[in-house]
């Protein structure tokens, strides 16, 4: 069995962020990152995207409106970034105050600038297999952990466990696409799904997507299979300071030893997110230099 | 063994829109229908759809601009009728000639007058499931007529032959959609698939969606499987008058008697196509009605 690091993976790409951003002409790309509340999990994902975005050479504007916001109000910040010629990428941490219409809030964000591929022609566009849209991050990160891992997709059958906006569909759609180290045959898997152990156990590469910890066991996985684990839970454990210990949406423990590769939690997509957040609000600088 | 019989359940909608188009007040709904050149099966699809229009009180407009016709003088058109407060849907018949880039025209459609689903926004709106966009034809063809006969998708496990952007990976999003009919399982497969019949035979459901005549032979199908042919060929036959007959993807003779129900070629899924292309019509007219 072998790990797949997404640290190492992330911070490889971080790297190559740096240097394209450090030969640009002009001013640096510039994300904006917006965070309603106080959510505990949202503070820390923003301050991890700020330290990157910092660390690669990417303005990071952190705004912070109250939990109070109305969705109007959002609405008008999201219209003034998305005018503004200064801000590259917009990014919305979920998730939002349940007084909050979430999506329609991710669709308000102007295609060009919706680096967190939540927009409903960047989706479409994944669906279509062009090129020119943003590709939602966890998606893209676990395509790029994989490829990195010199696992090709083709002919293989990738089984997806969650059929989320933004990581099951679109990952699906991703492993599908015909091109090289995708033309997967997919299956998407859900709560709904009948005796889902025999399916999961179909998968020469299986992505878990579901938020419920340590759901996949050692039986719904067939040995030497590919395992991507995109849970990130949080499980109470009274003997750690936080409070708290992450765990995925696999019983690691018993489905490590059966996989070829498997990534694990923390350390494994999870990196991943931030670093194609970075790579989207590059791309977004560059094609409105090019536009 | 029972006969899907999408020529009934299509002139049931068919009714059904009739009467709803004679309710109308004020103009009847209009159908733009753009036709390149001569290709004899777009001439005989555009006649049907026309006809189908009359029959129904929608106001047919074809438009047969010369197979020469460029692109930019293709974009032009269709931007004329985007902006015709008079047309309520577009349709530009497939295929077109090779000096033009179709998905680029499919695109230039407003989304508002897109009733052939193509859009890049109403693709990612089926992803999203968002019931505000238009569903292309075929695939939602595909849905109603299972709908019709009783067949919930509900934990089934459905496997989609063909990746197609108008039919395999619309109908698998719908397919998936977390709503009544459907919550199946789905897995698509193609051309890269491994072992295509071990595949096929896990299906409760099955729609063939790749265009090669007879593809599906009984070995790939599991006894009491529903049974979709999506593939409309035509194969040589100098025993016709015109040369040739239709067959579908599924070898009909040895599946049929293996599946629990089944759609035949001709007579299956084709005229759903026309009857949804239609609804879809009748739709854009309402909503920009309420607009």
Do not use: W
Request: proline share 7%; net charge positive.
């Amino acid at each position: 069995m072998e790990l797949i690091d997404g640290n190492r993976i992330a911070a490889d790409i971080i790297k190559e962020l740096k240097a394209k951003v450090a030969a640009l002409k002009g001013r640096k790309p510039c994300l904006a990152l917006v965070r309603v509340g106080d959510d505990p999990a949202s503070v820390s994902y923003v301050r991890k995207k700020e330290q990157t975005a910092a660390e690669i050479g990417v303005d990071g504007r952190v705004i912070l409106p109250p939990v109070s916001t109305t969705q109007e109000e959002l609405f008008a910040l999201i219209d003034q970034l998305n005018a503004d010629s200064g801000v590259d990428g917009i990014l919305v941490q979920s998730p939002l105050p349940p007084h909050i219409d979430e999506l329609a809030v991710f669709r308000r964000v102007t295609p060009e600038k919706d680096v967190d591929g939540f927009n409903t022609l960047n989706l479409g566009k994944v669906a279509q297999e062009d090129p020119s849209g943003f590709v939602a991050c966890t998606p893209a990160g676990i395509m790029e952990l994989l490829a990195r891992s010199g696992v090709d997709l083709k002919g293989k059958h990738v089984v997806v466990l969650g059929r989320s906006l933004i990581v099951g569909k679109p990952v699906a759609l991703l492993a599908l696409q015909k091109r090289a180290g995708a033309n997967g045959t997919v299956t998407i898997c859900h709560s709904a799904t009948r005796d889902l152990p025999a399916i999961t156990r179909l998968a020469d590469v299986l992505i878990a997507a579901i938020g419920r910890p340590e759901f996949v066991t050692a039986d719904m996985v067939k040995p030497g299979a590919v395992v991507i684990d995109v849970g990130i839970n949080r499980v109470p454990d009274p003997s750690r300071k936080t409070g708290y210990r992450l765990t995925g949406d696999v019983a690691f423990s018993q489905v490590a030893p059966l996989c070829s590769r498997i990534t694990p939690v923390p350390g494994g997509v999870g990196p991943m997110t931030v670093a194609m957040l970075m790579r989207n609000t590059v791309e977004a600088r560059l094609r409105r230099t090019a536009a």
